[in-house]
């Protein structure tokens, strides 16, 4: 090979290793790639990790219309949920990028806009979890008070981009065409 072919072969295997690295092949699945072979578990444990969150928030909330009770109680739990929301992004691998419109019960109510702005999700997981920790080091009643309002909107802010909007069932024309007289036997 002349050495101009040599360079011109050495830069094009330059630019396909550029290409493929830009492709971001996916991970084959030794183990350990839990998101490649379990993606409904990995579902199935952030949406436990974020029920657990709002139980732990449930005192939290109170106190921002009851009088404040329990510091030692509520800084605790900020603590836990500050772990919680350190661990959450890391249980969104795009395999589980599975929510559905259409479904009655989609089995993730995590919007496909997380992993278009992965950035800002992860931010704004790190920012949750930091204004968690801020409230497990709080003292002062008012404090905590206007500690937990910062957490609250913590949560709302990623919701509001993230997760799917709560939507009433709608009305099925089978719900209004219903024969009430004949399940209840009348005439
Ligand atoms: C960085 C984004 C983010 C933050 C911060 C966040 N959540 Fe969530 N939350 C989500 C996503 C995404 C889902 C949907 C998970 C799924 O269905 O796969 C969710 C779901 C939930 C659910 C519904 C779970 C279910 O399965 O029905 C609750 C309750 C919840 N979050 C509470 C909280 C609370 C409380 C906080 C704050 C302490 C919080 N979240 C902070 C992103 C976030």
Redesign the pocket.
């Known amino acids: 090979m002349s050495r101009i072919r040599v360079a011109v072969v050495s830069f094009m295997a330059l630019v396909f290793a550029a290409m493929s690295h830009a492709a971001d092949p996916a991970p084959t699945g030794g183990p350990g790639w839990t998101g490649i072979t379990n993606p409904e578990d990995v ?1 199935a444990a ?2 436990e990790l ?2 657990h ?2 139980l ?2 449930e005192p939290i909330d109170t106190i921002t219309v009851e009088e404040v009770k329990n510091t030692d109680q509520l800084r605790t739990n900020a603590e836990a ?1 500050a772990a ?2 350190a661990a ?2 890391h249980l ?1 691998p795009p395999t ?1 990028n599975l929510f559905d419109p259409q479904a009655q019960e ?1 089995k ?4 496909p806009a ?1 992993w278009q702005n992965f950035d800002s ?2 931010k ?2 790190a ?3 930091s204004a ?1 920790e801020a409230m497990s080091e709080t003292h002062g009643k008012q404090q905590l008070r206007a500690a937990s309002l910062r ?2 909107a ?2 709302e ?3 509001t981009l ?3 909007p709560y939507k009433a069932p709608e009305v099925q024309k089978s719900d209004y065409e219903f024969d009430f007289e004949s399940v209840l036997g009348e005439k």
């Open positions: 579902i952030r949406q974020m029920e969150a709002e732990l928030m949920i919680m929301l959450l992004p969104f589980t989609p993730t109510l995590a919007l997380i999700f992860y704004l997981a920012a949750a979890s968690a957490l609250r913590s949560c802010a990623c919701h993230f997760l799917r």
